[in-house]
């Protein structure tokens, strides 16, 4: 990897500096004035996929010199930038949406940059977490971000499961094809809590679906959400929450029909919101307990 370097006086922080810096996560104008003259003042810019960072730079009018740094040779590009740094290099790592490091290739360069006395230099700007979770309508006071569930199903609950006991709002992100998987698994291990679907944020078709878990769940096995999207799940109600149940479903909708006079259908879904059940889910229970 070659690079022409070039005398510069007077830069923000001197020589040998890595920037951080945040890009839009859809809407091209959602970037700071600063992240765009530290673009164009770079001596070379790293980003995850160089033609989508050469949409971005092009809408700006900047060239400059970029070179690819992802998931698949971060181990191996990360000390040829460190040796570019150590020479005076001002490098901006970029991601192809939002902020590097963060469920993007990043922390591997800081770390080593850091260990080598390298500045590292953030360049804040758009989150798509943080847009989605300001957005929901779920408490914004404490929060967890997660990332990434595991791809696997039994990895997934496995770490769900370490979440029962949280209280603060979860944020996840996930790839379309395993919301529903997901929220099944969410439905199932956290019980029913409120949660949100943040759907392409930002862009043109963003879309916010809020409501319970297992409204959630049915509403994305109908029409599965598709594009970039963000799970937020809140906490749960100790009232709602199916920890405590003393008898079987088929049990309760006899209890829910003589009680209160009401046909099976509305004692099976009253059943099914106290212990956090899709209607599906509940209907293949009742089906398992005859």
Not at 46 to 64: F, M, P, S, V, W
Not at 190 to 216: S, Y
Not at 252 to 278: F, I, N
């Amino acid at each position: 990897m070659k690079m022409n370097m070039t005398t510069k006086t007077q830069r923000e922080i001197g020589t040998g500096c890595l920037y951080l810096v945040a890009t839009p996560i859809g809407n091209l104008e959602d970037i700071t004035v600063r992240a765009i003259r530290i673009l164009k003042e770079a001596d070379l810019i790293a980003c995850e996929d160089t033609r989508q960072t050469q949409k971005l730079l092009n809408h700006y009018g900047i060239r400059k010199e970029m070179v690819s740094y992802h998931e698949h040779n971060e181990l191996t590009r990360s000390p040829e930038l460190v040796i570019e740094l150590e020479q005076g290099a001002q490098i901006a790592l970029v991601s192809d949406a939002g902020t590097p490091g963060i469920s993007d290739p990043g922390h591997r360069l800081v770390t080593l940059c850091l260990r080598h006395h390298i500045r590292v230099v953030p360049i804040p700007g758009p989150s798509a977490f943080v847009a989605a979770l300001a957005a929901s309508g779920l408490p914004t006071e404490e929060f967890l971000f997660v990332g990434f569930l595991p791809a696997r199903a039994g990895a997934r609950r496995k770490a769900l499961d370490a979440l029962k006991a949280e209280s603060r709002t979860l944020i996840f992100y996930e790839a379309p094809h395993r919301v529903v998987e997901t929220l099944a698994d969410a439905l199932e291990i956290l019980g029913a809590r409120p949660a949100v679907i943040a759907r392409e944020v930002t862009k043109i078709h963003e879309e916010f679906l809020r409501g319970p878990l297992a409204e959630l769940l049915e509403s994305a096995r109908k029409r599965a959400p598709r594009g970039e999207i963000t799970l937020l799940i809140g906490a749960g109600d100790p009232q709602m929450q199916p920890a405590e149940v003393s008898v079987s479903l088929k049990e309760r909708v006899a209890q829910l029909q003589a009680e209160g006079g009401v046909d099976r259908k509305a004692a099976l879904k009253q059943a099914a919101r106290e212990r956090g059940l899709g209607k599906r889910e509940a209907y293949k229970q009742l089906l398992m307990e005859r």
